[in-house]
Every structure is written in structure tokens, then in C-alpha cells.
């Protein structure tokens, strides 16, 4: 049995609201290079060399990439065997976010009741999911999440008739009405299976999935490969303004659903696509 104090939960989250916001993880930045190297279209280059040279901006000033520093969702996997001492994990995570938010100068984006719209001034309460897990470590992960590319997604309850196809439409339609309102080139979440509110879940799970890496169920590997080539053929490009590069990457996540359902969500993340994970 290990114990963590919530002092050093808050210490880390703090941290990583700051670095999150301040550079990207190395499978996007890695992507966005690759793809000014590939684009023929000139003004869809000169975009992602502009994407590039912010980048390179904000980790060297240690400023924001995006004034939209997000809404942090914070998943923490915690394992069987750890002990938690101090106060409440939820209350510690907040604290953290708050801190990282106000001591980092990041844009306070949330408001504490969405109709009378009153800002919180700390950016608290993130969006918090715990899991429990085998093991005697405390994994963390931070993924700051802008609106522009929020208000984007969709979650659909299709019915199994509508099967592969089905999802594959609802995948393209999403991106092709969300067009250049999520600020692309973007990262696109799907998740398939489950209920309502577990599709979602799983589709913003995947958007903290390494671009890098594929699905290790071989369908859903090929079906990743396929959409981000049929994303790409819409021509939607980075900006909105035309191009092959309309999203860099698609992570696709699975669970088993009821027999009468096959509910579908789609996330879609720009392509300032925040995450880093930490394990304690």
C-alpha cells in the first residue's frame, strides 16, 4: 500500500494545466510539421507554417498556444493499492486546476452556472473522471479542452442496422459541418459502444491517445487509417481555407453496447490538442 498526500496531487496538476497550455505533446507538433512538408496547397502551407511558428513562440516565451486556454478534463486512473491522505481528491484536483489557472495567467473560461453565466474567476471546476484501477500508482491526465472545436461534436444512437457505415457517415458528417468552427487541422475522438453518456466518454478519452498510435483491434485500426483519409479528401483544409490537411490524426475507442443500439460520439479537438499524462 503506497500513500500520496493530495499536496502532491495539487503540486502536479498545477503543473501540468500550466505545460499543457503552454506546448503541445510531441505526436502533435511531430504531425503539424509533417503535414507543412506534405500540403501542395499554398495558402494551406503558409497556415501550417504560421501553426508551426506559434508553436514555437509559446514554449519559448512560455505563453499560451491558443488564448482559449480551455475547460481542464482531468481523467485519474487510481490504483487499488494506493492510499490517498490530506483532503477530498476531487477538492485537491480543483485546487490544483485553480492554482495552475491564476499563478500560470491562463484565460478563466468557466462560469459557474450555464444560464446566469457567472465567470468562477479560477477556471474551476474542471470536468473530472476517476477510474480504479490494479496497481499502487496514481496515473493523471490533463487535457485542457477549447470550445470552438466542443460546440463541434455530436453524439449519435444509431441503430445496429446502420452498422459500419452508419458510423463512417456520422464521422464525415460531423467533421463536414463542423468545417473550419473547429479550427482545423484537427484531431477527431470517436467513441463507439456503450450507452449515451459512455460513447462520449470514450470519445474524449481517444483525443488523449497518442495520434501515433492506432487501435490495437485490426478493424478499428483500418477504419482509423480509412477516415482520416476520407476527412482529409473533404477538402476543408487548416483554417477552413482549403487543403489535404483537414485533420491530423483520428483515435477511435470501442465498448461493448445492448443488443438494440449502437451509439456513436464524435469529439472534435483542434489542433491545439492538449494532453499530458503523469504517473505518481
Known amino acids: 500500500m503506497r500513500t500520496i498526500h493530495t499536496d502532491e496531487i495539487i503540486k502536479n496538476i498545477s503543473e501540468m494545466c500550466i505545460e499543457a497550455n503552454l506546448q503541445l505533446s510531441e505526436d502533435i507538433t511531430d ?11 499554398v495558402l494551406a502551407c503558409q497556415i501550417l507554417n504560421q501553426l508551426r511558428e506559434n508553436m514555437k513562440i509559446a514554449a519559448a516565451e512560455q505563453i499560451p498556444i491558443c488564448q482559449d486556454t480551455g475547460m481542464a478534463v482531468v481523467f485519474c486512473d487510481v490504483g487499488q493499492d494506493v492510499h490517498i491522505e490530506g483532503i477530498a481528491v476531487e477538492k485537491a484536483i480543483n485546487e490544483g486546476i485553480r492554482k495552475g489557472y491564476t499563478e500560470g495567467y491562463l484565460r478563466k473560461s468557466v462560469v459557474k452556472d450555464p444560464i446566469l453565466r457567472e465567470n468562477t474567476k479560477d477556471n474551476t471546476p474542471g470536468i473530472i473522471h476517476f477510474r480504479i484501477v490494479p496497481g499502487d500508482r496514481l496515473t493523471l491526465t490533463v487535457a485542457p479542452k477549447g470550445f470552438g472545436s466542443e460546440n463541434m461534436s455530436k453524439i449519435y444512437m444509431l441503430k445496429p442496422a446502420d452498422g459500419i457505415e452508419g458510423v463512417k457517415d456520422a464521422i464525415l458528417n460531423t467533421v463536414e459541418e463542423a468545417g473550419p468552427n473547429a479550427c482545423p487541422p484537427m484531431v477527431v475522438g470517436v467513441g463507439i459502444g456503450g450507452d449515451f453518456e459512455k460513447c462520449a466518454l470514450l470519445a474524449k478519452e481517444a483525443l488523449t491517445r497518442d495520434i501515433r498510435i492506432h487501435s490495437k483491434i485490426p478493424y478499428i485500426r483500418e477504419l482509423e487509417e480509412e477516415m482520416l483519409q476520407k476527412i482529409n479528401a473533404l477538402g476543408i483544409g487548416p483554417g477552413g481555407l482549403g487543403g489535404t490537411t ?7 475507442n ?25 504517473v505518481l
Open 254 to 278: 470501442t465498448y461493448p453496447t445492448h443488443i438494440a443500439g449502437l451509439p456513436v460520439a464524435v469529439n472534435i479537438c483542434c489542433h491545439v490538442a492538449r494532453h499530458i499524462k503523469r
Open 246 to 252: 483537414t485533420a491530423l490524426g483520428i483515435n477511435i
Open 31 to 41: 504531425a503539424i510539421c509533417q503535414a507543412g512538408e506534405q500540403e501542395d496547397a
